[in-house]
C-alpha cells in the first residue's frame, strides 16, 4: 500500500505540470525519470523495500520531494496503524490525508485528493483483475461458502457478499470468490459457480461446506452435482438453541457438542436420537430443525479424520471476515457497492496471508483419487 500511494503520489504531481514547458529545449518540463535506488524502510512489521520513482523537474528552483517517504526516512512511525486506521476512516477521499498525516507524519497532509483517488481506483483495478483471474489448473478440494452482510452509507441496500473459501491439493487454504450477490438467493449462486467454470475451474469439490442458506445447495447440486454437502455446526447448534428455552440449553449445547465430537459416526447417531428423544415433545421445533438436515450434518465422517475440525464448520470465513465486519460497522459502511467490494477483497486479501494449511493435508491427495474412508480412517483395499 505504501509503495502503491508513492506512485500515485508521483503521477498526480506529473499531471498537475503537464503542460508545462522548458523555456530552453520546448520539451516538457516535469517527467518522471526512472527510479532512485531501492531502498529499506524499518517497520514494525519488518523491513519493507520500497522503489522511489524519481522526477525530473527543470522548472528553475523547483524539486520533487515526496510527502510521503522523506529522503532520508529509514523508519516508518506507526506503520502497524496502517490499515485499521485507513479502513476505520472509511477510506473516503476528504478523510485518507488525516489518515495518512497520523502516520506518515504532518506532511502527508499535503497529498491531494487526486492522489487518493488514484490509489483508491487502483484498488477497484486490483478487485476488479482478480474477480476475472483464469482458474485453469486449480483443483479445490473443498469449499467453505457463507454469505456475509454490509451496509452501503450513500444507499440503501444491504448487499450480501457471497464468499467462497477452497482447499487446494497441497492443503493451502485460498480465497476463490467474493460477488455481489442478491441475498444468497440460488440465481446468485448459480452466477457465481457459472462464473469459476467459465474461468477454468474444471472440477468442482469434494465436499462444501455451508450453513442452513438453500440458495448455495441448489446452486451447488446444478452446477457441480458430485460434490456433497456438510453443514456448518456452529450455525446449526445456535439454530437448534434458539428454539428452546434457555434453562434447556446449556444441557442441550453440550448433547450437541458430544454429537458432532464423537469418535465415530454411530456414536454421533446414537447422541443424535438421544437428543430426539429427550426434546421431543418438549422441543418439537428445535428437534425439527435438526431433523431436517441429518443427512448433511455427519458428512464430515466420510473423510479424513484430520481433516473434521476443519469440515464442521464455516469457521475459515467465520472467523476472518468477523474483523472484516467490524472494522466495516465502524466506518458506517462505505459509500458505494464497489467501494463496499473493493475494501472487503483488500481485508480478506490481508487475512488470507495468517490462514495456515489444513492438518494431515497429505491426506487430500487420497480424497482427490477417490479413497473411501469410514470414520475418518482410509478403507483397506480388499
Not at 39 to 68: H, N, W, Y
Not at 205 to 234: K, N, T, Y
Not at 354 to 370: I, M, P, T
Amino acid at each position: 500500500m505504501l509503495q502503491e500511494a508513492i506512485e500515485a503520489e508521483v503521477a498526480d504531481y506529473l499531471d498537475r505540470h503537464r503542460g508545462e514547458r522548458d523555456a530552453a529545449s520546448g520539451r516538457r518540463a516535469v517527467v518522471r525519470n526512472g527510479s532512485l535506488p531501492a531502498r529499506e524502510i524499518l517497520s514494525s512489521l519488518g523491513p519493507i523495500r520500497i522503489e522511489q520513482p524519481r522526477v525530473r523537474d527543470r522548472r528553475e528552483g523547483m524539486k520533487f520531494t515526496s510527502a510521503i517517504l522523506p529522503p532520508y526516512l529509514r523508519r516508518a512511525p506507526s506503520l502497524e496503524a496502517l490499515l485499521p486506521t485507513l479502513y476505520l476512516k472509511g477510506v473516503s477521499t476528504s478523510d485518507f490525508p488525516a489518515a495518512l498525516a497520523a502516520i506518515l507524519g504532518e506532511a502527508a497532509k499535503g497529498l491531494s485528493p487526486s492522489t487518493i483517488v488514484r490509489l483508491k481506483e487502483s484498488w477497484e483495478k486490483d478487485y476488479e483483475a482478480w474477480q476475472g483471474r483464469d482458474l485453469t489448473g486449480k483443483r479445490y478440494v473443498y469449499f467453505w461458502a457463507d454469505g456475509v452482510y454490509f451496509n452501503v452509507r450513500l444507499s440503501e441496500d444491504r448487499p450480501c457478499v457471497l464468499v467462497i473459501v477452497g482447499a487446494l491439493e497441497d492443503g493451502t487454504k485460498e480465497l476463490v470468490a467474493l460477488l455481489d450477490g442478491e441475498r444468497e438467493s440460488a440465481l446468485s449462486w448459480k452466477e457465481l459457480l457459472l462464473d469459476l467454470k467459465r474461468r477454468g475451474l474444471g472440477a468442482g469439490p469434494e465436499i462444501s461446506v455451508g450453513d442452513g442458506a438453500l440458495g448455495f445447495w441448489a446452486a451447488l447440486d446444478e452446477v457441480f452435482p458430485h460434490s456433497r454437502r456438510q453443514r456448518c455446526w456452529v450455525h446449526k447448534t445456535a439454530n437448534v438453541l434458539d428454539k428452546m428455552p434457555k434453562s434447556l440449553q446449556p444441557a442441550a449445547k453440550a448433547m450437541l457438542h458430544r454429537m458432532y465430537l464423537a469418535a465415530k459416526k454411530e456414536e454421533a447417531l446414537k447422541v443424535y436420537a438421544d437428543f430426539l428423544a429427550l426434546y421431543g415433545a418438549k422441543c418439537p421445533k428445535a428437534c425439527a430443525c435438526l431433523e431436517k438436515d441429518r443427512d448433511d450434518l455427519f458428512t464430515f465422517y466420510d473423510f479424513p479424520a484430520e481433516h473434521w475440525q476443519h469440515l464442521r464448520t464455516t469457521n475459515p470465513i467465520e472467523s476472518s471476515f468477523a474483523t472484516v465486519r467490524h472494522r466495516h460497522r465502524q466506518t458506517k459502511g462505505n459509500g458505494s457497492r464497489l467501494a463496499t467490494l473493493t475494501m472487503v477483497h483488500k481485508l480478506a486479501l490481508e487475512a488470507e496471508k495468517h490462514w495456515r494449511k489444513l492438518n494431515g493435508y497429505e491426506l487430500l491427495a487420497k480424497v482427490v483419487s477417490g479413497v473411501k474412508f469410514q470414520d475418518g480412517v482410509a478403507a483397506i483395499a480388499a
